[in-house]
Protein backbone atom coordinates (compact mmCIF):
# COMPACT_ATOMS: atom_id res chain seq x y z
CA UNK A 1 0.00 0.00 0.00
CA UNK A 2 3.03 2.62 0.30
CA UNK A 3 1.77 5.39 2.45
CA UNK A 4 -0.81 5.12 5.25
CA UNK A 5 -2.67 7.92 6.14
CA UNK A 6 -4.25 7.00 9.98
CA UNK A 7 -6.33 9.85 11.93
CA UNK A 8 -6.43 9.75 15.63
CA UNK A 9 -3.09 8.30 15.22
CA UNK A 10 -0.74 9.35 18.96
CA UNK A 11 -3.34 7.28 21.12
CA UNK A 12 -5.60 4.38 21.40
CA UNK A 13 -5.94 2.15 18.22
CA UNK A 14 -4.60 4.75 16.29
CA UNK A 15 -1.43 4.84 17.88
CA UNK A 16 -1.39 0.67 17.56
CA UNK A 17 -2.05 1.55 13.77
CA UNK A 18 0.55 3.49 13.36
CA UNK A 19 3.38 1.18 14.67
CA UNK A 20 2.15 -1.90 13.03
CA UNK A 21 2.16 -0.28 9.40
CA UNK A 22 5.56 1.20 10.06
CA UNK A 23 6.68 -1.81 10.93
CA UNK A 24 5.29 -3.49 7.84
CA UNK A 25 7.37 -0.72 6.21
CA UNK A 26 4.82 1.66 4.99
CA UNK A 27 5.20 5.23 5.07
CA UNK A 28 2.71 6.86 7.39
CA UNK A 29 0.97 10.37 7.31
CA UNK A 30 -0.10 10.88 11.30
CA UNK A 31 -3.43 12.98 11.62
CA UNK A 32 -4.19 14.24 16.01
CA UNK A 33 -4.99 17.24 17.30
CA UNK A 34 -2.16 17.69 19.47
CA UNK A 35 0.76 18.93 17.51
CA UNK A 36 3.89 18.22 20.39
CA UNK A 37 2.74 14.43 21.00
CA UNK A 38 2.16 14.26 16.99
CA UNK A 39 5.58 15.28 16.58
CA UNK A 40 7.20 13.07 19.60
CA UNK A 41 5.42 9.94 18.37
CA UNK A 42 6.50 10.85 14.38
CA UNK A 43 10.17 10.90 16.16
CA UNK A 44 10.40 7.47 17.51
CA UNK A 45 8.37 6.01 14.83
CA UNK A 46 11.50 7.61 12.11
CA UNK A 47 14.07 6.14 14.71
CA UNK A 48 12.24 2.38 15.10
CA UNK A 49 10.83 2.11 11.96
CA UNK A 50 13.02 3.78 9.71
CA UNK A 51 10.02 5.00 7.49
CA UNK A 52 9.12 8.25 6.39
CA UNK A 53 6.35 10.49 8.60
CA UNK A 54 4.54 13.29 7.59
CA UNK A 55 2.36 14.87 10.73
CA UNK A 56 -0.63 16.95 10.14
CA UNK A 57 -1.90 18.60 13.22
CA UNK A 58 -5.79 18.70 12.76
CA UNK A 59 -8.64 19.19 15.08
CA UNK A 60 -10.93 17.26 12.82
CA UNK A 61 -14.21 18.83 14.44
CA UNK A 62 -12.96 21.69 12.44
CA UNK A 63 -14.03 21.98 9.10
CA UNK A 64 -11.23 23.83 7.74
CA UNK A 65 -8.70 21.06 9.17
CA UNK A 66 -10.60 18.25 7.83
CA UNK A 67 -10.15 20.00 4.09
CA UNK A 68 -6.84 20.36 4.85
CA UNK A 69 -6.53 16.78 5.34
CA UNK A 70 -8.57 15.67 2.57
CA UNK A 71 -6.12 18.02 0.50
CA UNK A 72 -3.20 15.44 1.36
CA UNK A 73 -5.20 12.52 0.48
CA UNK A 74 -6.15 14.00 -2.94
CA UNK A 75 -2.38 14.05 -3.98
CA UNK A 76 -2.03 11.65 -6.91
CA UNK A 77 1.59 12.06 -7.12
CA UNK A 78 1.48 13.35 -10.89
CA UNK A 79 1.51 17.41 -9.28
CA UNK A 80 4.78 19.15 -10.34
CA UNK A 81 6.74 20.20 -7.63
CA UNK A 82 4.73 18.08 -5.00
CA UNK A 83 6.94 15.28 -3.61
CA UNK A 84 4.42 13.98 -1.53
CA UNK A 85 3.58 10.46 -2.18
CA UNK A 86 0.07 9.41 -2.48
CA UNK A 87 -1.73 7.65 -0.13
CA UNK A 88 -2.52 3.72 -0.75
CA UNK A 89 -4.31 3.52 2.71
CA UNK A 90 -6.10 5.55 4.63
CA UNK A 91 -7.26 4.56 8.24
CA UNK A 92 -10.24 6.77 9.32
CA UNK A 93 -9.84 6.08 13.25
CA UNK A 94 -10.14 9.19 15.12
CA UNK A 95 -13.52 9.34 17.49
CA UNK A 96 -14.08 9.83 21.33
CA UNK A 97 -17.18 9.13 23.39
CA UNK A 98 -19.05 11.96 24.91
CA UNK A 99 -19.43 10.59 28.28
CA UNK A 100 -22.87 12.60 28.99
CA UNK A 101 -26.48 11.87 28.35
CA UNK A 102 -28.02 13.23 25.19
CA UNK A 103 -31.19 14.95 26.84
CA UNK A 104 -29.29 17.92 29.17
CA UNK A 105 -25.69 17.48 27.89
CA UNK A 106 -23.64 19.60 26.09
CA UNK A 107 -25.35 20.22 22.23
CA UNK A 108 -21.73 21.31 21.15
CA UNK A 109 -19.71 18.59 22.32
CA UNK A 110 -22.72 16.03 20.73
CA UNK A 111 -22.29 17.95 17.39
CA UNK A 112 -18.37 17.89 18.06
CA UNK A 113 -18.61 13.97 17.75
CA UNK A 114 -20.47 13.77 15.20
CA UNK A 115 -17.90 16.09 12.86
CA UNK A 116 -15.39 13.44 14.28
CA UNK A 117 -16.72 10.61 13.29
CA UNK A 118 -19.43 11.22 11.01
CA UNK A 119 -18.72 14.13 9.35
CA UNK A 120 -14.78 13.90 8.74
CA UNK A 121 -15.27 9.87 7.84
CA UNK A 122 -17.49 10.98 4.82
CA UNK A 123 -14.73 14.12 3.92
CA UNK A 124 -11.53 12.04 3.75
CA UNK A 125 -13.72 9.17 2.41
CA UNK A 126 -14.53 11.04 -0.75
CA UNK A 127 -11.12 12.57 -1.24
CA UNK A 128 -8.91 8.83 -0.89
CA UNK A 129 -11.80 6.78 -2.60
CA UNK A 130 -11.59 9.84 -5.66
CA UNK A 131 -7.50 9.69 -6.06
CA UNK A 132 -7.49 5.58 -5.31
CA UNK A 133 -9.99 5.15 -7.58
CA UNK A 134 -8.41 7.15 -10.15
CA UNK A 135 -5.05 5.03 -9.63
CA UNK A 136 -6.54 1.87 -9.75
CA UNK A 137 -5.77 0.85 -6.04
CA UNK A 138 -5.85 1.40 -2.77
CA UNK A 139 -7.68 0.82 0.83
CA UNK A 140 -10.04 2.34 2.83
CA UNK A 141 -10.42 1.22 6.92
CA UNK A 142 -13.20 3.04 8.96
CA UNK A 143 -13.18 2.37 12.36
CA UNK A 144 -16.52 1.27 13.58
CA UNK A 145 -17.80 -0.68 16.94
CA UNK A 146 -19.60 -3.45 17.35
CA UNK A 147 -21.91 -0.75 19.60
CA UNK A 148 -22.55 0.09 15.87
CA UNK A 149 -25.66 -2.82 16.33
CA UNK A 150 -26.81 -1.30 19.76
CA UNK A 151 -28.64 1.57 21.14
CA UNK A 152 -25.75 2.77 22.83
CA UNK A 153 -26.70 6.93 22.29
CA UNK A 154 -25.38 9.27 19.80
CA UNK A 155 -21.84 7.20 19.83
CA UNK A 156 -23.56 4.31 18.69
CA UNK A 157 -25.59 6.41 16.79
CA UNK A 158 -22.14 7.79 14.76
CA UNK A 159 -20.80 4.29 14.43
CA UNK A 160 -23.78 2.88 13.04
CA UNK A 161 -23.47 5.55 10.52
CA UNK A 162 -19.90 4.42 9.76
CA UNK A 163 -20.87 0.65 9.20
CA UNK A 164 -23.68 1.17 6.94
CA UNK A 165 -21.69 3.67 4.97
CA UNK A 166 -18.91 1.79 4.76
CA UNK A 167 -20.76 -1.37 3.88
CA UNK A 168 -22.09 0.87 1.05
CA UNK A 169 -18.93 2.01 -0.11
CA UNK A 170 -17.58 -1.05 -0.61
CA UNK A 171 -20.23 -2.22 -3.05
CA UNK A 172 -19.99 1.09 -5.34
CA UNK A 173 -16.14 0.56 -4.97
CA UNK A 174 -16.43 -2.62 -6.53
CA UNK A 175 -14.42 -3.54 -9.10
CA UNK A 176 -11.78 -0.45 -9.43
CA UNK A 177 -9.36 -1.88 -7.57
CA UNK A 178 -10.00 -0.75 -4.56
CA UNK A 179 -11.72 -1.51 -1.07
CA UNK A 180 -13.60 -0.25 1.64
CA UNK A 181 -13.57 -1.92 4.95
CA UNK A 182 -15.31 -1.07 8.52
CA UNK A 183 -13.60 -2.45 11.69
CA UNK A 184 -16.41 -3.23 14.48
CA UNK A 185 -14.06 -4.36 17.71
CA UNK A 186 -15.15 -4.73 20.79
CA UNK A 187 -13.94 -3.46 24.29
CA UNK A 188 -10.82 -2.74 23.61
CA UNK A 189 -7.89 -1.94 26.57
CA UNK A 190 -6.56 1.86 25.59
CA UNK A 191 -7.54 4.89 27.31
CA UNK A 192 -10.25 5.34 25.08
CA UNK A 193 -12.61 5.25 28.06
CA UNK A 194 -10.16 6.68 30.58
CA UNK A 195 -9.97 10.04 28.56
CA UNK A 196 -13.71 10.33 28.46
CA UNK A 197 -14.44 9.26 32.19
CA UNK A 198 -15.85 6.47 31.53
CA UNK A 199 -16.75 3.72 34.18
CA UNK A 200 -15.87 0.26 33.05
CA UNK A 201 -15.66 -1.52 35.86
CA UNK A 202 -18.83 -3.14 34.93
CA UNK A 203 -17.41 -5.06 31.62
CA UNK A 204 -15.81 -8.42 32.89
CA UNK A 205 -12.38 -9.60 32.12
CA UNK A 206 -13.18 -11.55 29.16
CA UNK A 207 -15.10 -8.78 27.53
CA UNK A 208 -11.90 -6.61 26.99
CA UNK A 209 -9.81 -7.13 23.95
CA UNK A 210 -6.09 -6.48 23.55
CA UNK A 211 -5.29 -3.42 20.84
CA UNK A 212 -2.41 -5.40 18.64
CA UNK A 213 -4.77 -7.98 18.45
CA UNK A 214 -7.67 -5.70 17.00
CA UNK A 215 -5.46 -3.93 14.78
CA UNK A 216 -3.68 -6.90 13.11
CA UNK A 217 -7.03 -8.92 12.61
CA UNK A 218 -8.39 -5.11 10.86
CA UNK A 219 -5.04 -4.81 8.56
CA UNK A 220 -5.59 -8.28 7.57
CA UNK A 221 -8.92 -8.17 6.50
CA UNK A 222 -8.23 -5.29 4.77
CA UNK A 223 -5.88 -7.10 3.06
CA UNK A 224 -7.94 -9.85 2.08
CA UNK A 225 -10.83 -7.33 0.76
CA UNK A 226 -13.61 -8.45 3.43
CA UNK A 227 -15.87 -5.89 4.04
CA UNK A 228 -17.01 -6.06 7.97
CA UNK A 229 -13.83 -6.94 9.96
CA UNK A 230 -15.87 -7.79 13.93
CA UNK A 231 -12.35 -8.88 15.55
CA UNK A 232 -12.08 -12.03 17.96
CA UNK A 233 -14.76 -15.06 18.16
CA UNK A 234 -16.79 -13.68 21.35
CA UNK A 235 -17.52 -10.47 19.77
CA UNK A 236 -18.52 -12.19 16.06
CA UNK A 237 -20.81 -14.26 18.03
CA UNK A 238 -21.77 -11.15 19.77
CA UNK A 239 -22.35 -9.55 16.57
CA UNK A 240 -24.55 -12.44 15.52
CA UNK A 241 -27.07 -12.11 18.46
CA UNK A 242 -27.57 -8.52 18.38
CA UNK A 243 -28.43 -8.74 14.64
CA UNK A 244 -31.57 -11.00 15.70
CA UNK A 245 -32.21 -10.31 19.07
CA UNK A 246 -35.51 -8.41 20.00
CA UNK A 247 -34.92 -5.01 19.58
CA UNK A 248 -35.82 -4.79 23.49
CA UNK A 249 -32.54 -6.61 24.48
CA UNK A 250 -30.70 -4.52 22.04
CA UNK A 251 -32.36 -1.11 23.88
CA UNK A 252 -31.14 -2.79 27.17
CA UNK A 253 -27.65 -3.53 26.28
CA UNK A 254 -26.86 0.17 24.82
CA UNK A 255 -26.54 0.96 28.66
CA UNK A 256 -23.07 -0.49 28.02
CA UNK A 257 -21.15 1.99 25.78
Not at 222 to 243: D, E, F, M, N, Q
Amino acid sequence: MGTALVTGATAGLGLEFTWQLATARHDVVLVARDADRLERVANQVRAAAGVRVEVLAADLSRPEDTARVAERLAVTGDEDGDDRRPVGLLVNNAGFATAQRFVGGDLGTELAALDVMVRAVVVLSHAAAGQMTARGRGAILNVASVAALTAGGTYAAAKSYVRSFTEGLAVELKGTGVTATVVCPGFTRTEFHDRADVDMSAVPEIGWLQAPAVVSEALADVRRGVVISTPSVRYKAASALLRVAPRGVVRAVGKYR
